[in-house]
């Protein structure tokens, strides 16, 4: 069972930057996972910030957050990297990060649905 620990959250405040981690354990060594970034704002809907592959070479983003925010990961480390800059109150959010096994280590995805392990969260408070 793949486990997901994130951290690194914490107030911020406008124009600062932040990075998250989420540290894996658990993960087979004869799968590749995709990872994913998700966030939920108070009274919202929970949304995709951005995915990455097992390769570390492709990505996706959703637009509010292209260019600010870039994903990275060390699987040597078994963790993958969210780093914010520019932050926005609007940021304001539970951050999560999600597993996905798959068997094509260059696959990406920003669909919750596709992901299989999720992570308790970390909260990131930006004021104006």
């Known amino acids: 069972q793949v486990q997901l620990v994130e951290s690194g959250g914490g107030w911020v405040q406008a124009g600062d930057s932040l990075r998250l981690s989420c540290a894996a354990s658990?993960?087979?060594?004869?799968?590749?996972?995709?990872e994913g970034w998700f966030r939920r704002a108070p009274g919202k809907e929970r949304e995709s910030v951005g995915g990455i592959s097992w390769s570390g070479t492709r990505f996706d983003y959703v637009d509010s957050v292209k260019v600010r925010f870039t994903i990275s990961r060390d699987n040597a480390k078994n963790t993958v990297y969210l780093q914010m800059n520019s932050l926005k109150p609007e940021d304001t959010a539970v951050y999560f990060c999600a597993a996905a096994t798959s068997r094509d280590p260059w696959a990406v995805a920003v669909d919750g649905r596709k992901y299989d392990y999720w992570g308790q969260g970390t909260q990131v408070t930006v004021s104006s």
């Open positions: 658990g993960r087979r060594s004869d799968s590749y996972y995709a």
